[in-house]
């Protein structure tokens, strides 16, 4: 079983910076693709980011396309979420999960298939 703890969330301006990271535990980290859902107040799930397990695959959604990465350190267990120019619409609780199939944390937030493995989340607020 794998467990996550997020962290680097806080309070930014818009255009600023802030890196997420997800350390995880659990010895067959390696095997399972891991990825980034937000969720802001009063909306739905939204898809940030996925990285294979052996990292050669990321996708992210529309909305951070170009001004997030995401990537891991699979020595450290730990995923990260660079975000730049960051907006007030990013404004959300971050969630890291995992996943043996990466398809499962793309299409999550859109068919509600349920990840295998969640952080506790950790909140992001943009101030604009």
């Known amino acids: 079983q794998v467990q996550l703890v997020e962290s680097g969330g806080g309070l930014v301006q818009a255009g600023g910076s802030l890196r997420l990271s997800c350390a995880a535990s659990?010895?067959?980290?390696?095997?399972?693709?891991m990825g980034w859902v937000r969720q802001a107040p009063g909306k739905e799930r939204e898809f940030v980011a996925a990285i294979s397990w052996s990292g050669g695959s990321t996708y992210y959604g529309n909305a951070v396309k170009s001004r997030f990465t995401i990537s891991r350190d699979t020595a450290k267990n730990t995923v990260y979420l660079e975000m730049n120019s960051l907006k007030a619409e990013d404004t959300a609780v971050y969630y890291c999960?995992?996943?043996?199939?990466?398809?499962?944390?793309?299409?999550?937030?859109?068919?509600?298939?349920?990840?295998?493995?969640w952080g506790q989340g950790t909140l992001v607020t943009v101030s604009s």
């Open positions: 659990g010895r067959t980290f390696s095997s399972y693709a």
């Open positions: 999960a995992a996943d043996p199939r990466i398809d499962t944390i793309v299409l999550s937030a859109t068919d509600g298939r349920p990840l295998e493995v």
